[in-house]
Structure formats: structure tokens, C-alpha cells
């Protein structure tokens, strides 16, 4: 059975159609003084339980905590958890003295009603060892490569070097060119910042990234892609956190924004739920 989480409700339809699945929906619920109520409204006993259900903001982690509870004292035979976006994962290691690892601490938490653990497209691979159980990281850099098609480029932009494998990945599935932006430091006060190799004159390029948070780093890519040269800018991620006024700065610097479904919205144009239906077929 499928266990649609309130934060990931469409996705979790579109699973179940694909895989034929029964789903128990969830209520869900904030009380007047802030705490969290859920509730499953299906009977779970003995069944082989899968929960969908993102992380972010804070309310879905809790519910997610409380949905595991409810399966196992409903007596559930097995719990899955599929998470599309894992909050907190951006924090997986100690930066300064004092600091927890969020991403190991929310594993750990996880993992107590958990049996398997999947998510897609985890800040850093190393996440995936911070769970006991067995854990796995989908990539949705295929989908979005198939959907960038629609654009017509000419060649897929990482907006930095950290994320070159995941748009050497889309590229791959496009058999298309591929490149990154280098950040080069002039002086004390000017960064310099353009393709490393490849001229992207009177072209279309589309930018693929994990996150989009705050969008400074991608429009920041669009602007100088568009003053290197480039005819259009598009910019997609797997998941479009848009904080503040993101969306809006975006789309003065790009000529289209898209994301997946991991975080259901507006920009929501690529869903993931051919992956997680492939998880399950997989089994099966």
C-alpha cells in the first residue's frame, strides 16, 4: 500500500496510477497552540506499507515522524519511506566547532520505523551512509535532461563545477553538450564568471541544478551566460525550494524556470514519479 503524506499528495496519485497500488490517505491537522495531529484513515494491519511524503518546511518532517508511529502501532508488516526532497541534508557534515550533522540526526530519527529509504537527488552522496538500513539516491537528472528537450539547446550548463556529474548525467541522456561556470578571482573585489569551455554564442542553454534556494547563484548564472553571449537562458532543478522572492528574480534573468514535483507547486513541470514507481515494480 501507498501512504500519501499531506505534503506530497498529487505525487503520490500519479504513483499509485502507475503502479496500481491502493493508497491510504492521511489527515492531517495543526492545532491552535502549533502542534501536529495525523491520522491514517485506512486500515494498515499486516500490509507492506510505503510512505511518501517530502520533508520541507519543518510541519512535513513531524509528520513524517508521526505517520511512522501510526503504521507501526497499526500494525504495519513493513515500512518504506520515500522522501522526494530530505530537508536538512545541506548540513551533512561539521562546518564550524559546535554544530550537529543534521542530515546523520534526521536519518537516525528515520530509520527507528523504517525497513528501506529512498530519496532523490541528496545534497551529497554520503547521506545514504548515515542510514543503517538500506538507503538509496535517484537521480532525477534523466527527466529533467528529457523535458529540457522541449527547450531546444544546444548545450546543458552546471552552474558550478560542484555540480558537474549530475549535468554530465542529463547530458548523457540528450547525447548533447555539456559545460560548467568558473568562478575566477580578480582582485580583492571582482569575481569574474564564465563557461569554462565552451563558447555559447547566439545558443540556447538550459541550467540544471539539485537545489534552487534562494536563486542568487542561478540568476547570477543566467546573467552571465546571456552577457557571454547566450541567445536563451533556461533554468530547472530537481527541487525548487524558491525562497522569498526567488521565482521573481529568476524569471527577470532566465527565459523559463522549471522544477520536478519533489516539492509540489506552480514550477512543478517534471514529475519523479517514474522513479519511485520503478522502486516498487522492482520488488514486485
Known sequence: MLVEGPASRELCDKISEQTGKETVKVKSKVFPDGEIYVKLKGDVEGKNCTVVQTTYPNQH??????????????????????????????????????????????????????????????HSEKIVDFFDIPAENLSAMPLLARYSKEKDPDILFSPDEGGVERVKKAAEELQMQWDYLEKTRIDANTVEIKPKNIDVGGKSVVILDDIIATGGTMTEAAKQLKKAGAEEVHAGCTHGLFAGDAVEKLEKACDSVFCTDTIEQEKSQVSVAPLFADVIERFE
Open 61 to 122: 518532517l513531524l509528520e513524517l515522524y508521526m505517520i511512522q508511529d501510526a503504521l507501526k502501532e497499526n500494525g504495519a508488516a513493513s515500512i518504506d519511506v520515500m522522501v522526494p526532497y530530505y530537508a536538512y541534508a545541506r548540513q551533512d557534515k561539521i562546518f564550524e566547532e559546535g554544530e550537529p550533522i543534521s542530515a546523520r540526526a534526521f536519518a537516525k530519527r528515520i530509520e527507528m520505523d523504517a525497513d528501506n529509504f529512498y530519496s532523490i537527488d541528496l
